[in-house]
């Protein structure tokens, strides 16, 4: 049996038979096509029983530390609303001034004023309320966990898969099981943002302080530490880059749940303003808001990364004090100053400028003017590359979309095209790649949403096999078989589908512009801004422009998962190029080389592990948007998991979160094991990667 | 070289057949031997033994002493297990089996608490990578032993102070690590480690990871200090040359055994066996024979000859005996005559010493 299924070439070919057989028999057998209703085994309705059992007994509970909770936001809020808009904007342009100097003090101003301007002061300070709350709460937790992980080696095999297993179910899933237990309000905003962002501070704790030298460690304890300063002198100092490192991914991670939280509603909050005006359709109005989000994320980002970046350990501390005592100052006397000038204390009304209506009037001619042009890039992508891997070639070519029917004669003459690239492969020894053109065919034929059931359970179980071993395909023949189980095969497929596109897409494209990158100051320099905003955009903000240009459907969501999950792709590529070893590429240039057969011959090869590696980030970024992209109309375990938030079904949200969380666990095991096989084949060290 | 306060015979700290294992269940080796298993050849064979049983033996029965006011060095191999000795002798590593007096009392029963007394008050250690505090400039690197005693701030700067003045890295005091050099970065170790005014002090390899030069320098600043400072030292390095410059006695080390212990001299003319003779072999003997070594006591004072202390190393003399045909007179610490040398007698001591090590037959 092993001996059969380490014949890949083999394996392949009857899973290309067998799902033409299936296929061709669904008249037969339909059984073995669609996942029959009748032998689904629901888990939504006992996992509700026990939600409704767990709320029964220990919702008092949850209610009153929601009801705790609800306090410090709001006091925060209270105290955000009441003190004058310039002394908090002074306030985050010293900070961003003592972070890393004038650049991103004056960014820093910038932002804000537009906050004020655009009239969004309010709104604005209450997610930065939720926020200031949030992250002093998830680094407090994410710290305590560290710490014990980095003592317990027992603590830490429980922690670390913990982890992982947070970091891949779909944040959305999050707040549902949050709001059941505490109910509406900002608590499930605050609750939801400490989940979500305390693991980075977990890892980053972890990683800190196991990176302390062993050479220091020993100094400290020569140097008489007791077992607790040994821990707060030599430890935590030692660690405290790593850690700021963590200050800063926890405090993106918080305003990103907290922004995907208020879709909940019932905030008055700026993720809100998002939401309800993209569910309006009022493009402008959403964009403004979205701006803001961009802005203070950015502003946030730079701030936090400035700290942890700053050379504490190179500057005298003369300047220090004299900073804060000016900064106090300043503060002091413009919190006096704006009694005596109001304008100071409130953003006057005359002065807000809101141009949505503006925004929304160039929409719309733009749109108008370009009609043709957005219809035909949107149906030529629908119809000639989503539609033929959604529902195949046999449905999708039809004199409606493609000009022609698939008629008898084509299809033979499709299966002969195929056929003649097997038999080519075949005769040139390439047994494996003539099986897989095999199967490629007849799964193109058949496409994705009609393959029979057992072939592709089939196939994905076997690429797990022959990628990362018998451990990952008996891990995924579970989590697949949950999903069939659960009766939600067919939403999984949609996902699947749709992530494998945009992945797809991602990694040819990104991989590409890497390549480019590399070679080219230029491209790098234009690209990094980019992606770096890319980046720290909380995911809604990205939609908003696909929306507005192409309206809700698949296409617009295909697009923002591209927009997203193309950013590691990129990077990786570039990265990878860009940091192998020295002596090997000059080695390859003494010899003689030409530059295009250094990059294909030697550069590309040795990148491989690491464009494996963005490969997979894109993928756990697809995944992460895909939910997202959801709310721009697209079925699939997204959608599922916004009935599952809007009907507070639980099961229902759960299972499809569930279902995510196995796709992105079973993919990322699948790049890595592929990354690290490739990286230990040509002996890299780690570092290069 | 010389030095003005030489080592007394009081033992400081002694080192009793210390046996440290790596592995699953290391103390299973050891049921009530205390690690003496008599002589040396049972010790070796226990040794493979417990390799046998996929144990790492990291250093096996090693016994010494350590004399007040001597720099005892332990020279090996690297993997041969000096850190690991080092570690013992500080208990930053407990030792499997064996006994460790300081002062005749047992270190290794010392608990938690006395333990970190020690530390306070007597032992100072410096390591190869420096061991620096990222985040604290060189004097709060200096003071920390200090702070960790939770002694005033004030009160501790001035004594940093004083250490730092004493390795010479006055003005750097604001630095950080970082912002130095490797033999900056290591003065800031030494300073550190004599904060406490330690009466033990070991250093593992402290000049190791320096550019040969600065090497030079260092050792030369090091045995400055001792002659002022006068501690027990235990002093690690893989280097040879650098054990015969600075070693009153040493040890060498080979898989956690200890092969031969005696003055670099006795080493030399000695060897206990070809492992040891490898080190031996390309060393300049003018650099380890003494005028005290080769002084003929036949030979009486004759006018025109200098005086020279025994304990001057030939090199150094070979200057002045190119200068002065009729040589000069050897004198002890008390000032006694011990015999006269001149440029002949060195040649010859020079040459017997090829000699032997090529392997003719007198
Ligand atoms: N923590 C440890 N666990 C297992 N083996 C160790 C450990 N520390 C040292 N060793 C082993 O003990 C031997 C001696 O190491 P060490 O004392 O560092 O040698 P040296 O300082 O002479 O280079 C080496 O073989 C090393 O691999
Ligand atoms: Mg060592």
């Known amino acids: ?689 | 070289m010389p030095t003005n306060s030489k080592p007394t015979t009081d033992v400081k700290l002694s080192c009793r057949n210390v046996w440290k294992v790596y592995g699953k269940n290391p103390a299973r080796f050891f049921d009530g031997t205390k690690g003496n298993l008599g002589d040396d050849a049972a010790a070796h064979a226990h040794a493979q033994e417990i390799r046998d049983s996929g144990h790492i033996v990291a250093s096996a029965n090693v016994s010494f002493d350590v004399h007040v006011g001597e720099i005892f060095v332990i020279m090996g191999l690297s993997g041969s297990g000096k850190s690991t000795m080092v570690r013992c002798l500080s208990r930053l590593v407990e030792p499997t089996a064996g006994e460790i007096l300081l002062d005749g009392n047992n270190l290794l029963s010392a608990d938690p608490k006395a333990l970190i007394e020690f530390r306070r008050h007597k032992m100072g250690m410096v390591f190869q990578n420096f061991g620096l505090m990222p985040h604290l400039n060189v004097l709060d690197n200096v003071a920390f032993p200090l702070e960790l005693q939770g002694i005033a701030l004030k009160k501790r700067r001035a004594k940093a102070q004083e250490v730092i003045n004493l390795v010479g890295l006055e003005g750097r005091e604001a630095s950080f690590p970082r912002q130095l050099s490797g033999g900056q970065q290591q003065r800031v170790g030494i300073a550190r480690s004599l904060c406490v005014d330690p009466e033990l002090w070991f250093l593992d390899e402290p000049f190791s990871a320096l550019d040969p030069l600065i090497r030079r320098q260092m050792q030369d600043e090091f045995l400055r200090l001792q002659r002022d400072l006068n501690k027990s030292i235990v002093f690690i390095t893989h280097d040879f040359l650098e054990a015969l410059r600075i070693a009153d006695r040493m040890a060498i080390m080979r898989d956690g055994h200890v092969v031969q212990i005696g003055r670099p001299v006795d080493l030399i003319l000695n060897p206990a066996d070809d492992y040891v003779r490898d080190f031996t072999n390309d060393v300049p003997w003018e650099m380890v024979l003494t005028a005290g070594d080769i002084a003929d006591p036949a030979r009486g004072f004759a006018p025109g000859m200098g005086r020279i202390g025994a304990d001057t190393k030939l090199d150094l003399l070979l200057p002045y005996l190119a200068e002065h045909e009729a040589g000069v007179m050897v004198k002890d610490a008390e000032g006694r005559d011990l015999g006269a040398i001149n440029a002949r007698a060195v040649v010859k001591a020079l040459a017997t010493g090829m000699t032997d090590q090529a392997g003719i037959e007198p």
């Not at chain 1, 669904?26 to 509700?48: C, E, F, H, K």
């Open chain 1, 1 to 689: 049996m092993s001996r059969l299924l380490n014949r890949p070439a083999l394996v392949w070919g009857a899973l290309a038979a067998l799902s033409l057989a299936l296929y061709l028999l669904r008249g037969q057998l339909p059984a073995l096509v669609t996942y029959p209703q009748s032998w689904v085994l629901s888990p939504t309705a006992p996992m509700n029983a026990a939600m409704s059992a767990f709320v029964a007994a220990f919702g008092p509970t949850f209610r009153f530390f929601g009801w705790l909770l609800e306090f410090p936001v709001s006091a925060a809020q209270m105290v955000l609303q009441a003190l004058p808009w310039s002394v908090i904007a002074a306030f985050f342009v010293l900070l961003g001034m003592v972070a890393s100097g004038w650049r991103l003090a004056s960014f820093i101003a910038a932002s804000l004023l537009y906050m004020a301007v655009i009239g969004y002061w309010e709104e604005s300070m209450n997610t930065l309320a939720i926020v200031l709350i949030s992250v002093p709460m998830a680094l407090l937790l994410g710290f305590a966990v560290g710490v014990l992980g980095f003592y317990s080696d027992r603590a830490r095999r429980v922690i670390m898969p913990t982890l992982d297993i947070l970091q891949t179910v779909p944040a959305f899933a999050y707040l549902l099981p949050i709001l059941i237990l505490f109910g509406f309000g900002t608590t499930v905003g605050l609750v939801a943002s400490v989940l979500y962002a305390f693991s980075p501070m977990v890892r980053n704790t972890i990683l800190g302080l196991r990176a302390v030298p062993p050479q220091v460690i020993e100094a400290g304890l020569m140097s008489g530490a007791t077992p607790a300063q040994l821990f707060w002198k030599v430890r935590v100092p030692g660690a405290q880059n790593q850690m700021l490192l963590g200050v800063n991914q926890t405090t993106m991670a918080s305003l990103s749940m907290v922004i995907i939280a208020a879709i909940i509603g019932g905030t008055d909050d700026i993720g809100w303003e998002v939401i309800s005006s993209m569910r309006k359709a009022q493009f402008g109005e959403s964009l403004l808001a979205g701006f803001v989000i961009a802005l203070m994320a950015m502003a946030l980002d730079r701030t936090t990364f400035a700290f942890a970046k700053r050379d504490r350990f190179t500057t005298q501390e003369a300047a220090g004090p004299n900073l804060w005592v000016i900064g106090a100052g300043v503060l002091g006397a413009l919190l006096l100053l704006s009694f005596v000038v109001p304008p100071l204390a409130q953003w006057p009304e005359p002065w807000v400028f809101y141009p949505a209506d503006a925004m929304n009037e160039a929409l719309r001619s733009f749109i108008l003017t370009w009609r043709e042009a957005i219809e035909t890039i949107k149906n030529t992508a629908f119809f000639f590359v989503m539609l033929p891997i959604k529902i195949g070639l046999q449905q999708a070519v039809s004199p409606f979309t493609w000009g022609f029917a698939m008629t008898p004669a084509l299809v033979a003459a499709y299966a002969a095209l195929v056929a003649a690239g097997a038999i080519w492969a075949f005769v040139k020894s390439h047994h494996t790649l003539a099986a897989m053109l095999l199967l490629w065919g007849v799964v193109s034929y058949i496409g994705l949403t009609n393959m029979p059931w057992p072939a592709l359970f089939a196939i994905l179980v076997y690429t797990a096999y022959v990628t990362a071993g018998a451990r990952l395909a008996l891990g995924a023949a579970i989590g697949l078989g949950f999903l069939l189980l659960a009766g939600i095969w067919p939403q999984t497929v949609l996902s699947l589908y749709l992530c494998g596109v945009a992945v797809l897409i991602c990694f040819v494209l990104g991989t590409g512009l890497g390549i480019w990158a590399s070679e080219s100051e230029t491209v790098s320099a234009v690209l990094r801004p980019v992606m770096d905003t890319l980046q720290t955009m909380p995911v809604f903000v990205i939609l908003i422009p696909f929306v507005m240009v192409f309206k809700i459907g698949e296409f617009t969501a295909l697009l923002a998962v591209i927009a997203y999950a193309i950013v590691p792709a990129i990077r990786y590529t570039e990265h990878g190029l860009r940091n192998l070893p020295r002596d090997v590429t000059e080695a390859a240039e003494a010899i003689g080389t030409t530059r295009w057969q250094l990059l294909y011959k030697v550069k590309l090869p040795l990148a491989l592990p690491a464009i494996m590696l963005g490969l997979n980030q894109t993928i756990i970024y697809g995944i992460g948007m895909l939910v997202i992209a959801a709310l721009v109309g697209t079925n699939g375990l997204g959608q599922q998991i916004y009935i599952g938030l809007g009907d507070g079904d639980f099961g229902v949200g759960m299972t499809a979160g569930i279902g995510m969380a196995v796709i992105a666990m079973v993919a990322d095991r699948i790049t890595q094991a592929i990354s690290r096989r490739k990286q230990e084949q040509y002996g890299l060290a780690s570092e290069f990667i």
